[in-house]
Nanobody
């Protein structure tokens, strides 16, 4: 069992930066791949990016490529989402998730955090 807790969300002006953290509070997800997803009001949850359990491989959605960076610290059981050049359309609840599958599909993820709100104003 893995429990994930996100933190770091908030209110930011367009062009600003935020870093989200996701810590495994129980168990360990060192053997899991980690993903970030987001859900805006009235929209379906969408894939943001993912990182392999070793931290050596990342994949990003086109909408965030070049602006967002995912990293992980296995010693701290934590995965990060560094967001730069934020846009109003990045406004959403951001979720981290863990999966034994290397996938961008939300249905492939076994464990989810509770989400953290990111709001970007113009």
């Amino acid at each position: 069992q893995v429990q994930l807790v996100e933190s770091g969300g908030g209110l930011m002006q367009a062009g600003g930066s935020l870093r989200l953290s996701c810590a495994a509070s129980e168990g360990t997800f060192s053997n899991y791949h980690r993903g970030w997803f987001r859900q805006a009001p009235g929209k379906e949850r969408e894939f943001v990016g993912r990182i392999g359990w070793s931290g050596s491989t990342t994949v990003y959605a086109e909408a965030v490529k070049g602006r967002f960076t995912i990293s992980t610290d296995n010693a701290k059981n934590t995965v990060y989402l560094q967001m730069t050049s934020l846009k109003p359309e990045d406004t959403a609840v951001y979720y981290c998730a863990a999966s034994r599958s290397w996938s961008s599909a939300s249905r492939s993820y076994d464990y989810w955090g509770q989400g953290t709100q990111v709001t970007v104003t113009s």
